[in-house]
């Protein structure tokens, strides 16, 4: 199953390389080099799991005074899936616990359609 792939993401340590042009990433010079190490969590697909990330980090604050990461990603996994891919966007619907579709917009008067990252284009995993 895909979970299992975060589940051996998790802490593991990563160099990423940043480039100018991610298409021509073998031939372009590296613009910075960042160790980037994952903590991994398979989440249910529902509010409970929608709503665990913003939890975990509250929580990290009120215990230590600052959140504990320079940058969260949340990665979707899906079986059908052909290996990690990054979320760049969501349906504005509330998840809930009920294995019903939502109905409620998860953020009220927001477009249907929203971005959920910022642009990550000239991130290049360097194997």
């Not at 993401?9 to 372009?28: E, F, M, N, R, Y």
């Not at 990665?75 to 979320?87: F, P, Q, S, V």
């Amino acid at each position: 199953p895909t979970s299992d792939i975060a589940r051996i993401l998790g802490g593991t340590c990563k160099d990423i390389d940043i480039v100018p042009d991610p298409s021509q990433t073998a031939g372009s010079q590296v613009k910075a080099r960042l160790r980037v190490c994952f903590r991994s969590e398979v989440l249910p697909v529902n509010e409970t799991g929608a709503l665990w990330p913003t939890q975990h980090l509250r929580d990290a604050a009120r215990r230590s005074g600052r959140i504990p990461y320079d940058a969260v990603m949340h990665c979707g996994l899906e079986d059908g899936a052909k290996g990690l891919k990054i979320e760049v966007a969501a349906v504005n619907i509330k998840a809930n616990d009920t294995g019903d579709d939502g109905t409620l917009p998860a953020v009220p008067g927001a477009p249907h359609l929203l971005a959920t990252t910022v642009n990550i284009g000239w991130l290049a995993l360097n194997k």
